[in-house]
């Protein structure tokens, strides 16, 4: 069961901060505007930073738990409307970066693109000896042209990476609704509160077959985001690099990494051809700073006979942590292929689970071996039980009249993908628990 304070919400991020808009028109930043009535500035864009890695916990086999955003990645926001007092503003985006352009192919990070018809076609892969299917949706195929056209978006920073099978993943801002944006909500420039009603992000991933390996670097580029490439892509130096013949090409630096596993600075520049992604989006609306989820039988679907954190509204692909979720139907943990029956986690042992910093440890399954036993060995987990709890708190400070650090923090599921074998890996459908710490400019 979830519960929030105040109106319910999977994404929120919330702040008690000082005023954000100026009392003086004659000080506003170039290309603001001023509310007639109020004489205070009102942000034409809102640019919001990744300050720290953060935390991201996706799908419920722990492969991809602990994960983090790129350090230095970035996305710009249009203001569309204030009101009188220029306190209360909406948003929407993300919109084209003024510094540097991210939106780029999923199917070859180095092209910058406007639209679908720029990107190469997703790539036909090899799933069994003399098979073949696109590496997005695993669709039988011969060739690349048998796939459907790569798709044109927003990036979130750089390619970074996973510990899935030491795979290159990257964040791609996404919606699968006709017509809608990915990004949408509303900041208070008096308290300095954000609520993002949309934050459509999803992971996209090299395929895990013909592109496995870690993700190439940006190296000895001087100013990052500037959209001069004076680095160099080189490989990878935690282990083999996903093999796009990019290696000598130059770069701009985008994001940074301090994992110890890919610790490194990147750069779309640095092309990857992604294929397999999973949604990480949230839709819901809160002014709240807090979330909180337990597990009650009488709410959540049942997986072997215990309540499951996320199942499947049923008859659909639509995530869900409770029948509150879905429309209509129930929400279920029996899913059709190529969804896996969710779980709660692998632990053989108790989930060692500690909210304060938001990780589990268990001994758990993490693969199987040619036989089909399973190797049992330290993994990550999600706590289950009557008494398992996961919370969030968000949380903001002021850094300047016109600055803020924003911790957004989400309690979600995330619906599977198209390919099998990453549902599999990952655990989807499955929780979608995300820490994001921002700083928003306004500008």
Request: contains cysteine; proline residues 8%.
């Amino acid at each position: 069961m979830i519960r929030l304070n105040g109106m319910g919400s999977a994404l929120l991020a919330a702040a008690v901060l000082a005023a954000g808009c100026s009392e003086d028109p004659d000080t506003t930043p170039d290309g603001g505007t001023v509310a007639s009535d109020a004489g205070r500035f009102c942000p034409d864009r809102l640019r919001f930073s990744v300050l720290d890695e953060g935390l991201v916990h996706v799908g419920w086999t722990g492969a991809t738990h602990n994960n983090a955003f790129p350090v230095g990645a970035q996305f710009v926001v249009d203001v569309t409307g204030c009101d009188a007092q220029c306190r209360n503003c909406r948003f929407e985006g993300p919109i084209p970066d003024p510094a540097v352009n991210l939106q780029r192919c999923m199917t070859d990070t180095s092209v910058v693109c406007a639209d679908d018809s720029a990107c190469p076609p997703f790539q036909c892969i090899p799933v069994a000896p003399g098979a073949f299917a696109c590496a997005n949706n695993f669709q039988p195929c011969q060739s690349d042209a048998d796939c459907m056209p790569g798709e044109c978006g927003v990036f979130l920073g750089a390619n970074s990476g996973s510990p899935i099978r030491d795979n290159c993943f990257a964040v791609m801002f996404r919606t699968t609704t006709p017509g809608a944006v990915p990004v949408t909500g509303t900041a208070d420039l008096d308290t300095g509160r954000v609520t993002f009603d949309d934050f459509g992000i999803w992971i996209v991933a090299s395929d895990l077959n013909r592109n496995g390996g870690f993700c190439p670097v940006c190296v000895g580029d001087d100013v990052p985001r500037d959209g001069v490439k004076n680095g160099t892509c080189q490989a990878s130096p935690h282990g083999p690099t996903v093999d796009t013949g990019i290696v000598g090409q130059s770069c701009d630096l985008h994001a940074s990494s301090g994992i110890p596993s890919r610790a490194g600075e990147y750069s779309l520049d640095c092309a990857v051809p992604f294929g397999p992604s999973f949604d990480m989006s949230s839709k819901r609306v809160s002014t709240s700073a807090s979330a909180q989820w337990t597990l009650d039988p009488e709410e959540q679907p049942m997986c072997n006979g215990q309540p499951c954190w996320c199942g499947i509204c049923d008859g659909t692909a639509t995530p869900c942590h409770d029948d509150g979720d879905c429309t209509g139907v129930s929400c279920v943990a029996d899913v059709m292929e190529p969804a896996v029956a969710p779980m709660n986690n692998t632990c053989v042992t108790e989930c060692a689970w500690d909210n304060a910093t938001l990780r589990g440890s268990c001994m758990g399954v993490v693969a199987f071996d040619m036989m089909g036993n399973p190797i049992i060995a330290p993994t990550n987990c999600l706590p289950q039980g009557p008494t398992a709890m996961v919370s969030v708190q968000g949380n903001s400070r002021a850094l300047g009249a016109r600055s803020y650090s924003v911790n957004a923090v989400s309690l979600g599921c995330a619906g599977p993908s198209f390919a099998g074998p990453v549902n599999q890996a990952i655990g989807l459908p499955g929780p979608n628990v995300t820490v994001f710490k921002l700083r928003m400019d306004l500008e």
